[in-house]
């Protein structure tokens, strides 16, 4: 099967502009996650969708995040204005299932440098 | 906030060797799991160890899960080089939303020809 696409996979912008990062998941995976991996730390969760439902953004800094999954299948995930600690590895993951016990599958990530 | 603390942080073995490294949690879980990423790439799923599960084995890799302790290992035998890289420990919280896995630092294995 085909991994979790997503694009672009290096991106460099100066703080106060606008990004947006794409993702694919495996196709029929109804969960569908957005992950923040600073340099040197494991991921943290930013949002989790179900279907094209939002299913937990406790962590989504809203006043400059946001992401939307439309259909149910593509996301994309905007920061805008970034700010420098938004430095990052933007990974998406998707599972066939909601709940723990369905493991993650990642894609290879988006790596964010704002100057 | 990140639950899991992994040990080491890094970690630098001769291959054939043995690695092992540890993880500790501070709240109750569904279960734990590892995760590999080699540098550049995304996470990779290991092996799933339930609460109520003392011990797994998946080929070359030995978890065990202490949950009085709140500690977790991963025991890689016989290590290659193209086990190089780091390994996360996320545990899924017990009532916590679900599917919202918490990863550790990780902990960086270098596994030298």
């Known amino acids: 099967e085909a991994g979790v696409a997503q694009s672009p996979r290096y991106k460099i912008i100066e703080k106060r502009q606008s990004v947006a990062f794409w993702c694919n998941p495996i196709?029929?995976?109804?969960?569908l996650y957005w992950y923040q991996q600073i340099l040197g730390q494991g991921p943290k969760l930013l949002i989790q969708?179900?279907?094209?439902?939002?299913?937990?953004d406790s962590q989504l800094p809203k006043d400059r995040f946001s992401a939307e999954r439309l259909k149910g299948v593509d996301s994309t995930l905007k920061i805008q204005p970034a700010k420098l600690e938004d430095s990052a590895v933007y990974l998406c993951?998707?599972?066939?299932?909601?709940?723990?016990?369905?493991?993650?599958?990642f894609g290879n990530g988006t790596r964010l440098t704002v100057t | 906030s990140q639950q899991g603390e992994e040990d080491p942080q890094a970690l630098s073995i001769q291959e054939g060797e043995n690695a092992t490294m540890n993880c500790s949690y501070k709240?109750?879980?569904?279960?734990l799991q590892w995760y590999r990423q080699n540098s550049g790439r995304g996470l990779v799923h290991l092996i799933l160890?339930?609460?109520?599960?003392r011990e797994k084995h998946s080929g070359r890799l030995r978890v065990t899960l202490d949950t009085s302790k709140k500690s977790s290992s991963l025991l890689i035998t016989a290590s290659r080089a193209a086990d190089t890289a780091s390994y996360f420990c996320?545990?899924?919280?017990?009532?916590?939303?679900?599917?919202?896995?918490?990863f550790g630092k990780g902990t960086k294995l270098s596994v030298k020809p």
């Open positions: 993951a998707s599972s066939p299932l909601r709940g723990p016990w369905s493991p993650l599958h």
């Open positions: 196709s029929g995976h109804a969960t």
């Open positions: 969708f179900q279907n094209n439902g939002v299913v937990d």
């Open positions: 709240t109750s879980i569904n279960n």
């Open positions: 996320a545990t899924a919280p017990y009532g916590g939303s679900q599917g919202n896995l918490i």
């Open positions: 160890i339930r609460s109520n599960e």
